[in-house]
T-cell receptor
Framework: EAGVTQFPSHSVIEKGQTVTLRCDPI?????LYWYRRVMGKEIKFLLH????????ESGMPNNRFLAERTGGTYSTLKVQPAELEDSGVYFC???????????FGSGTRLTVV | AQSVTQLDSQVPVFEEAPVELRCNYS??????LFWYVQYPNQGLQLLLK??????LVKGINGFEAEFNKSQTSFHLRKPSVHISDTAEYFC???????????FGKGTMLLVSP
């Protein structure tokens, strides 16, 4: 089966601009997650979708971040306006319901200058 | 709240030597434990997981980990490493198989000839 696909793989934007990251989960995976790793820090949870509904968005840092999951398929994470501290690697993951852990994508490296 | 401590940020080792990457966790509920690996320029790949049952868990690429509840540890081991094992390794904990993962800061395994 195809894996979790994220694009772009890299994005460099100026402070104040808007960036949209996209994640295509594995087909049939109801659970979709966003995580972020800021340089030198832990990978931190941002939010969790079950199908198109936000199950848990407790990790979203502030209201500059907006996540959507259209029709329970792909998801987008928009940062508007971007700040320097938003730089990092954004990971998406998906899973079926039940035990087993996630499948992660390769990540999007976001650099805000 | 859950937390994960990976005691070593870097572990240098010679090829064919054994290695142990340490992971300690804290949690007030039942835990599910995971080790992920990130090879250069790739996403996070699940190495192994402990959900229940035998405390010795075998994963891919010859890695294994032992869950020790009394010491709240889940150390990762490999009896003989290869150059290709050079990567960053992340320990993670969850209170279910598909809920939020709490990650450690990661351990960079550097294998040299």
């Amino acid at each position: 089966e195809a894996g979790v696909t994220q694009f772009p793989s890299h994005s460099v934007i100026e402070k104040g601009q808007t960036v949209t990251l996209r994640c295509d989960p594995i087909s049939g995976h109801d659970n979709l997650y966003w995580y972020r790793r800021v340089m030198g820090k832990e990978i931190k949870f941002l939010l969790h979708f079950v199908k198109e509904s936000k199950q848990d968005e407790s990790g979203m840092p502030n209201n500059r971040f907006l996540a959507e999951r259209t029709g329970g398929t792909y998801s987008t994470l928009k940062v508007q306006p971007a700040e320097l501290e938003d730089s990092g690697v954004y990971f998406c993951a998906s899973s079926r319901r039940g035990l087993g852990g996630y499948t992660f994508g390769s990540g999007t490296r976001l650099t805000v200058v | 709240a859950q937390s994960v401590t990976q005691l070593d940020s870097q572990v240098p080792v010679f090829e064919e030597a054994p290695v142990e990457l340490r992971c300690n966790y804290s949690s007030s509920v039942s835990v599910y434990l995971f080790w992920y690996v990130q090879y250069p320029n790739q996403g996070l790949q699940l190495l192994l997981k402990y959900l229940s049952g035998s405390t010795l868990v075998k994963g891919i690429n010859g890695f294994e980990a032992e869950f020790n509840k009394s010491q709240t540890s889940f150390h990762l081991r490999k009896p003989s490493v290869h150059i290709s094992d050079t990567a960053e390794y992340f320990c993670a904990v969850s209170d279910s198989g598909y809920s939020t993962l709490t990650f450690g800061k990661g351990t960079m395994l550097l294998v040299s000839p």
